[in-house]
């Protein structure tokens, strides 16, 4: 059967996407914060995921304000770059995977989360960065991608709670696929940063470490974190951590921690990065 056995967790700026399209990593601004994913290239070339199930929020490219769905699966056979204002992002398309995603979807909608079915759509920075981070620049992605938008940009988003829920949901789907398939989620988004108002600019060291803290140890405690407190807290764009919230829920309770980053500033955002494997696959190995 399909089993996940990591889940990736990783900011999504897209300044970040353009040091790397404009070869700019090396810079005295940049070369710190790309140091940071040196281990992770590395550790995913040895993990050779055959799909990744990334969850990710879309930035008014795919979605607008008419039409905002909460959680959105990408069943579709691949998926375009979004021009988000200066032309698409330099990158390979992304391969879906169909018969995994209609799997899933079947499943978690049967397991009574109400999911909207994409078959068509093109992907931001809120993909399209984590796989530059994690793969570099290759000529195709190494693996299939099932792209999982969630919305964390119209009021109101979907609780800690229900994300985290809704990752363990994800779980039982993929464990029930009858091939053999590595299975990789990741989550992404965040860390603290607020893009407007008198708090532009809002970055919060000591709340973003421990929530890396938590969604290690603690992460059923993290789940019930009200969603007014990310506000407050890390500002209004933090609340794209509860995306971490479904990669982890969707992992083992007790988890082996191979990678963990921390760096501030990538353009006015701080950078969270995690790799977590299961303690049960560690185990086999």
């Known amino acids: 059967m399909a089993r996940i056995t990591a889940g990736v967790a990783t900011s999504h700026v897209p300044a970040i996407g353009a040091a790397i399209d404009q070869g700019m990593t090396g ?3 940049w070369a710190p914060l790309f140091r940071g994913y040196e281990f992770s290239k590395q550790w995913i070339a040895k993990s050779k995921p055959d799909v990744v199930f990334l969850v990710y929020n ?24 979004a021009d988000e204002g200066w032309g698409p992002r330099p990158v390979p398309i992304v391969k879906g995977h169909p018969d995994l995603a209609w799997h899933i979807t079947q499943s978690v909608i049967q397991d009574d989360f109400d999911l909207t079915v994409i078959n068509e759509m ?29 919305n964390v940009v119209v009021y109101p988003p979907p609780s800690g709670q229900r994300c985290y829920n809704l990752g363990k949901a994800i779980r039982r789907a993929i ?6 398939l590595n299975v990789h989620i990741w989550g992404t988004g965040g860390m603290s940063h607020q893009l407007q108002g008198p708090r532009a600019g809002l970055i919060n060291k000591e709340w973003d470490n421990a929530f890396l803290d938590q969604i290690v140890a603690n ?34 309770d007790e988890v082996v921690q191979r990678h963990r980053f921390y760096h501030v500033p990538a353009s006015n955002t701080a950078v969270g990065h995690l790799i977590l494997e299961n303690s049960s696959q560690v185990e086999e190995i």
């Open 27 to 29: 810079t005295d601004y």
């Open 58 to 81: 879309d930035h008014a490219t795919a979605f607008g304000l008419d039409l905002f769905p909460t959680f959105a699966l990408g069943c579709g056979e691949e998926f375009k770059p």
């Open 122 to 150: 093109d992907v931001d920075h809120g993909l399209t960065v984590p796989l530059s981070l994690m793969f570099g620049q290759p000529e195709a992605w190494p693996c299939r991608i099932i792209p999982f938008a969630v």
């Open 175 to 180: 464990e029930s696929f009858d091939e053999d």
């Open 219 to 252: 992460p059923r405690g993290l789940a019930a974190k009200p969603h007014l407190e990310y506000v407050r807290e890390a500002g209004s764009e933090g609340i794209e951590l509860v995306m971490w919230l479904i990669m982890r829920g969707a992992l083992d």
